[in-house]
């Protein structure tokens, strides 16, 4: 059987890896280099992901995969120190002690009542129907929500801030909460994730699969099955079809309304600097999120997670989310963006321009989905009422309630075998 994957990102390369010794794969990926999300720059003689990129120990699919692969010894754990930046001032928040430094002991007290709540809490469904910020209110308090989440959720969803659900947000702090009095400890592949994307691609090659570059303009349809895929105006006959692509994308490829799903599906953009420096910018500090009016979120100094000398020089990315593709972050310019954001910077780390050597920007409308308020219902199935036609990706149901590279490993695989299942 033929199966043509649309999309060379992790979904698409799980989905080629799995399916690659029972069937005749076709890989198609729009940009020049594979990884999607997770691809990477390749740097005097370095490779460093595009996006920030870390896991944690949850990520059993991708951790089980990195070992299968060989990669195993490549994977470190190692101290992921978070910061908050307010009043002028960076506040370390990793221990308890450092908590209680930065915010006033009532807030302590109801921050650290929500998240033993929000752990003991097994079915997040009923949860999808109420907002974070409702559920924060109520649990914590207005204190604990203005000077805690408000930031937090602001520089992951901007304006969509208060529709998301308190079913992502119980997610989140399940997986983030579990850090011990020393800290958090983050997973890494030394030499960058591009090592795991290099072995997939190696063994997807060696079961004979295709990897062709180029981007899909049509889905092609025959008395109710797939028939093929267009690319570069010529038809590709295939069996089957996955599609890793998000769903207002397929409805350029395909009449979806066929589907009978809802694929009104809201995603948002990101706009991630990666500045390469003469020196260190924080002390011991990997993530800094941002309370100030500067037009970013987050400021993540990779070199204080990641030895410098596994580089020969600091690296530090600078993000920001955006809803609306209307955004200056979107509409403007590279050198606009990086002036944009420099100009930030300068206001939290004053001299910050002289110690830039380098920049890259990379930027993408469909980064993540837009957790709101129903989006459990939202969540796509692996197999269409279309014959042939799959569907996996981050709108799969393993990644809600956040998206991540072990979510689209998995919706890979699940997708792999619910093809297998059909044969
Ligand atoms: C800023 C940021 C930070 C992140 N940090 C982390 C992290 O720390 N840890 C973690 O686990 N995850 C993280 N992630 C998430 C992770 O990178 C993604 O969940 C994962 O890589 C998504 O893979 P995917 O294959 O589902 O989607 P994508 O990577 O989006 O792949 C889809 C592919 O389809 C291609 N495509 C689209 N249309 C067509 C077409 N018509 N024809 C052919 N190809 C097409 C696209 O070019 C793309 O390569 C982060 C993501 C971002 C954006």
Not at 217 to 235: H, N
Not at 365 to 392: C, R
Request: charged residues 25%; aromatic residues 10%.
């Amino acid at each position: 059987m033929k199966t043509v994957i649309i999309g060379g990102g992790l979904t698409g390369l799980a989905a080629a890896y799995k399916l690659g010794p029972q069937d005749e794969i076709i890989l198609i990926e729009k940009e020049p280099e594979l990884g999607g999300m997770a691809s990477s720059y390749k740097i005097c003689g370095y490779t460093i992901e595009k996006y920030y990129h870390h896991i944690f120990a949850s990520d059993k699919e991708l951790i089980s995969l990195i070992e299968e692969l060989g990669l195993g010894n490549r994977l470190e754990w190692l101290k992921g120190t978070t910061g908050y930046y307010f009043d002028g001032k960076i506040y370390p928040m990793n221990t308890p002690l450092e908590i209680l430094k930065a915010l006033p002991l009532m807030d302590v007290i109801r921050l650290t009542f929500l998240v033993l709540k929000a752990r003991s809490i097994k079915d997040r469904t009923p949860f999808d129907e109420i907002t974070a910020k409702k559920w924060i209110l109520d649990t914590a308090g207005e204190s604990v929500y203005n000077n805690f989440f408000l930031p937090l959720l602001s520089s992951k969803f901007g304006d969509n801030k208060e529709k998301v659900s308190a079913a992502w947000l119980l997610g989140r702090v399940q997986i983030r909460s579990n850090r011990g009095t020393k800290g958090e400890r983050l997973g890494y592949m030394r030499g960058g994730f591009e090592l795991l994307l290099e072995k997939m691609v190696e063994n997807i090659r060696k079961t004979g699969g295709t990897i062709k570059q180029g981007q899909v303009s049509r889905i092609e349809m025959a008395g109710g099955s797939i028939k093929g895929v267009t690319l570069d105006g010529k038809l590709i006959e295939c069996d089957r079809i996955i599609s890793t692509v998000a769903p207002h994308v397929l409805e350029k490829l395909m009449e979806t309304s066929l589907l009978g799903l809802d694929m009104n599906i809201n995603y948002q953009g990101t706009a991630c600097a990666l500045f390469g420096l003469k020196e260190k910018i924080m002390d011991d500090i990997y993530w800094l999120n941002i309370k100030e009016d500067v037009p970013f979120g987050a400021v993540i100094e990779h070199t204080n997670f990641i030895p410098e000398s596994d580089y020969g020089e600091r690296l530090m990315y600078v993000t920001t989310y955006f809803q609306d593709p209307q955004s200056q972050l979107w509409r403007s310019s590279n050198e606009e963006v990086i002036e944009l954001y420099l100009q930030g910077l300068e206001k939290l780390f004053p001299g910050f321009r002289e110690k830039v050597k380098w920049w890259r920007l990379r930027r993408d409308m469909d980064t993540a989905p837009v957790y709101e308020v129903g989006y459990g219902k939202k969540v796509l199935p692996y197999e269409t009422k279309i014959k042939g036609l799959y569907l996996a990706g981050m709108f799969s149901d393993s990644n809600y309630p956040e998206r991540s590279m072990n979510g689209s490993i998995l919706a890979g695989f699940k997708c792999a075998e619910a093809v297998l299942k059909q044969v």
